[in-house]
């Protein structure tokens, strides 16, 4: 037969022990990357958000959370004028114009999407991304040069999470939301103008 006295702090411990390592893993998954809403830290995640915010905002990081959208992500917090930036914790990362491209295209594509209120998430197949950017890279006779070109960034967009691989649908991806919250809509409105004249330009080269 248990001790009612021993077990009664061994409960309130355990109590306490619960939302600190909720905290703990949801801390771990945004370190990693983004957290959906499908995935299982997204709960525990929004419960202890608060929590979850004063943790980071020690090392000068920013916690997103878009119950909209459905996804959370870390990004380094506005410095106060006056102040001296902290140095940065999350690492930029070197894009090539074809990678830059390619996020901004699929970005204008995910705006149609929405716009014209289709359900469920942007799928595209591989050659409709193909077909999407060849319009706006430097002509090229090597074809095989060209595909590894446009396959290369597909595969550096999956690693920085705007591209899902659809494991049931081969050479299929889905294209997530955080892409919105990394190429704004002022951002996409002033790239949009330079690929018309992109495009423009090669048609008067054919």
């Known amino acids: 037969m248990s001790d009612p006295d021993r077990s009664a702090p061994d409960r309130a411990a355990h109590d306490r022990a619960a939302p600190e390592r909720a905290v ?16 299982d830290a997204w709960d525990d995640l929004v419960r202890h958000q608060g929590a979850v915010r004063d943790h980071f905002a020690v090392v000068g990081l920013e916690v997103v959370v878009d119950d909209d959208e459905g996804y959370a992500y870390l990004r380094t917090a506005d410095t106060p004028e006056g102040e001296d930036a902290l140095p940065r914790v999350i ?9 830059s491209l390619l996020l901004v295209l699929l970005r204008k594509r995910l705006a149609e999407f929405e716009s014209a209120g289709d359900p469920g998430q942007l799928v595209l197949t591989h050659d409709e991304i193909v077909e999407m ?4 890279l ?12 446009v396959d290369a960034s597909i595969n550096r967009l999956v690693g920085m999470g705007f591209l899902r691989q659809l494991k049931d649908r ?13 190429v704004d809509a002022e951002t996409l409105s002033d790239f949009s103008a330079k690929l018309a004249e992109y495009a423009e330009a090669g048609a008067q080269n054919d």
């Open 24 to 39: 703990a893993v949801s801390a771990i998954r945004l370190m990693q990357g983004v957290v959906y809403q499908e995935t």
């Open 91 to 99: 690492r930029r990362r070197s894009l090539t114009y074809a990678d």
């Open 133 to 136: 950017i060849q319009l706006f």
């Open 170 to 182: 081969k050479g299929t991806w889905e294209v997530r939301r955080i892409l919105k919250a990394y």
């Open 138 to 149: 430097a002509r090229s006779t090597d074809e095989a040069r060209e595909a590894h070109q």
